[in-house]
């Protein structure tokens, strides 16, 4: 008899031998033994799960000549055989992949009025049924509604959302779930069994994370490592078959992330690249097991935990070495940077600082004594934010301030960027004038409730005021209408001030500042001061050492 690859000489032929789908077989099996089995039936799921198995052996139920007590078809008649060997005349499997015109749909419509020659039933079995062109979908329409009694129609796909909605809704439809990677594993291992080869569990683990589901990739993958290592199934040869880093170095870099240790993770992480593996599969296989840590130090159980007893042993170990916040960080850190590492022609050099970065990460206990030291230590910031020299027994009177001054964090450059002729002569000239003259401010701070639009200019007209006048600098583009705006300030200055001050208006460019210039000037100084005050914190410091950057500091 010629060779069969393994996953046809293991496909199952009856429905408990199908893998991790009891809620489809048990279904299936209790309608074929009340007589209540559909016209349409649509099987959808991921690649090697088992949909066209499914299908063959429904078939073989439908129309075995001996079906057993429990459901399942006999494999021994004659219908069971043809079918099992593909040469029954009553089933017919279709490819919608390279069948997917009008006409093959017409070919079927023509032949199904035809009774079947030997079975009970005429089955045709549609693979890939979403690869129909939408004119085959419509002129299989009526069929599948009104199918004739002595056929019946099984549908497969792996994406069923390409299916129009018409179709689906004449269906019975069953999600054949992906397996999980215990399912696999034993599945695998009974097949070890029975072919007598030696094999390690951690090995079919790794074949069946590696399939992702599929029972039919993993089988693959299964035959090549027989193959190739000589009837034995070993890490050994998932290293050398799949480019997988070998377990230890994996295991050595997270726990050097866990004890800070870069210089031995980087050790770790140089060996998988000089020993030929894929960095990018050595950062998913990181993530796994970075889950799968996450999972026990935060549920306390190895329930969700799919992995070979002595991975979990290690993984119960590893889980110790942190706490579950540290490990969720980790975790979070490290999908961001596997993302970049997959896709890019640098892989080594982001997965070796990606694993300094991680062992740098302080720990919850560094934030914790961090967040004592900044109840202890923070330092008072002073409310008053005017000058520290000005001594006087009224109330402080609070300039203007911009909105969007009080909204917006102010980034901490090196240098404040600030004009040269507007820094510290201005800046001191400012504080000198507000001691002893306030009546421009008070002026402007009328309108401010009242005509905003007034407010807001009067508050960036550069101004001159001492003991007897205040004069304003008024431009062109502040003040188009020119001189009637020059009047009509004046008279409403005059009857605020009742002749106090002498009041005057210039269209010439001036060098005084403006109000909004004062604030802003007095503001920087602030959070300089505050910027100094806070890099002297002991708490800031212990910040910085961990890390952390001062990006600036808020106005009050």
């Not at 199952?12 to 279904?27: A, I, K, L, N, W």
């Not at 419509?109 to 045709?124: A, H, L, R």
């Not at 002749?499 to 000037?521: P, Q, R, Y």
Request: charged share 30%; proline share 4%; hydrophobic share 35%.
């Amino acid at each position: 008899m010629a060779y069969q690859v393994v996953a046809r000489k293991w496909r199952p032929q009856r429905f408990d031998e199908v893998v991790g789908q009891d809620h489809v077989t048990s279904t299936l099996k209790y309608a074929i033994l009340n007589k209540r089995t559909a016209p349409v039936y649509l099987f959808t799921g991921i690649r090697g799960t088992g949909k066209t198995t499914l299908a063959r052996i429904l078939v073989k139920a439908l129309n075995c000549t001996d079906l057993q007590p429990d459901g399942e078809p006999c494999n021994k008649c004659e219908c069971c055989r043809e079918i099992a060997e593909g040469r029954s005349p009553d089933v017919v499997e279709i490819d919608g992949a390279s069948n997917n015109s009008v006409d093959d749909v017409r070919d079927i419509k023509e032949n199904i009025s035809y009774s079947p020659v030997k079975s009970k039933f005429k089955v045709y079995i549609i693979d890939e049924v979403h690869m129909l062109s939408k004119s085959a979908f419509n002129a299989l329409l009526k069929t599948l509604e009104e199918p004739p009694a002595h056929s019946v129609f099984i549908l497969a796909t792996t994406d069923p959302q390409k299916i129009p909605t018409t179709v689906l809704s004449r269906c019975q439809r069953y999600d054949l779930k992906r397996l999980s990677l215990d399912d696999v594993a034993h599945q695998l291992a009974k097949i070890l069994d029975a072919e007598q080869k030696e094999y390690d569990m951690e090995a079919l683990y790794a074949i069946a994370r590696e399939g992702e589901g599929s029972m039919r990739d993993s089988q693959t993958i299964l035959e090549q490592l027989v193959t190739f290592g000589g009837g034995k199934v070993t890490e050994t040869e998932i290293s050398m078959i799949l480019g997988a880093s070998d377990k230890n170095q994996l295991r050595g870099i997270i726990e050097s992330i866990a004890k800070h240790d870069s210089a031995s993770a980087v050790s770790f992480a140089r060996d998988i690249y000089k020993n030929g593996k894929s960095v990018e599969k050595a950062a998913r296989d990181i993530l796994s097991l970075l889950h799968s840590i996450l999972l026990f130090s935060e549920l306390g159980n190895e329930k969700f935990i799919e992995a070979p007893a002595e991975e979990l042993e290690w993984i119960k170990f590893c889980s110790g070495l942190a706490s579950t916040p540290d490990w969720t960080r980790l975790f979070r850190f490290w999908n961001g940077e596997y993302e970049g590492i997959k896709s890019s022609d640098f892989a080594l050099m982001l997965f070796e600082v990606a694993v300094i970065t991680a062992c740098s990460f302080p720990t919850m206990n560094d934030f914790r004594n961090f967040a004592k030291n900044i109840a202890s230590a923070v330092p008072t910031i002073p409310q008053n934010t005017q000058s520290a020299e000005k001594k006087t027994t009224e109330p402080v009177k609070t300039a203007p301030v911009q909105p969007q001054i009080m909204q917006k964090p102010f980034e901490m450059p090196e240098n404040i960027a600030v004009k040269p002729e507007k820094t510290a002569e201005n800046l001191q000239k400012v504080f000198e004038s507000e001691e002893k003259h306030e009546l421009w401010r008070d002026f402007t701070e009328t309108f401010k409730n009242g005509d905003t639009f007034l407010y807001g200019r009067l508050v960036s007209l550069p101004y001159q005021e001492d003991d007897k006048s205040v004069s304003v600098t008024v431009t062109t583009t502040l003040a188009s209408d020119g001189d009637d705006f020059a009047k009509r300030l004046k008279v409403l200055f005059d009857n605020f001030s009742n002749g106090k001050k002498v009041f005057s208006v210039n269209f010439a460019k001036g060098e005084n500042v403006s109000i909004f210039t004062e604030d802003e000037l007095r503001r920087m100084e602030d959070l300089e001061r505050r910027k100094k005050e806070m890099t002297e914190s002991k708490a800031v410091k212990t910040a910085l050492e961990m890390g952390f950057e001062i990006k600036g500091v808020f106005a009050e």
